[in-house]
Nanobody, 125 residues
Framework: QVQLVESGGGVVQAGGSLRLSCAASGRTFSRYTMGWFRQAPGKEREIVAAISNGGGRTYYADSVKGRFTISRDNAKITVDLQMNSLKPEDTAVYYC??????????????????WGQGTQVTVSS
């Protein structure tokens, strides 16, 4: 079992940057593919980025390519999301999630077994 806790959300002006971090518990963290999702008010939860268990493969949604970077540190059992050039449309609650390593990246919502509580990101124009 994996427990996930996100941090790093906040309010930032358009064009600014934020770094989200997800701290995990459990010795099996390094086995899991990890993903960052987001959910804006009135919209469905969507995948933002994913990273394979070894960190060698990544996936980004088209809307964030070139602006966001996902990374992980299996020794520190953390996965981060560096968000640059933020836009008002990036405003959402961001969630960290874990899925089995055999999930074909990026995976759907149903593929992810463990979720954090979410952290709010607000980008003002």
């Amino acid at each position: 079992q994996v427990q996930l806790v996100e941090s790093g959300g906040g309010v930032v002006q358009a064009g600014g940057s934020l770094r989200l971090s997800c701290a995990a518990s459990g010795r099996t963290f390094s086995r899991y593919t990890m993903g960052w999702f987001r959910q804006a008010p009135g919209k469905e939860r969507e995948i933002v980025a994913a990273i394979s268990n070894g960190g060698g493969r990544t996936y980004y949604a088209d809307s964030v390519k070139g602006r966001f970077t996902i990374s992980r540190d299996n020794a520190k059992i953390t996965v981060d999301l560096q968000m640059n050039s933020l836009k008002p449309e990036d405003t959402a609650v961001y969630y960290c999630a874990a899925t089995a390593p055999f999930t074909v990246m990026p995976g759907s919502l149903d593929d992810y077994d463990y979720w954090g509580q979410g952290t709010q990101v607000t980008v003002s124009s």
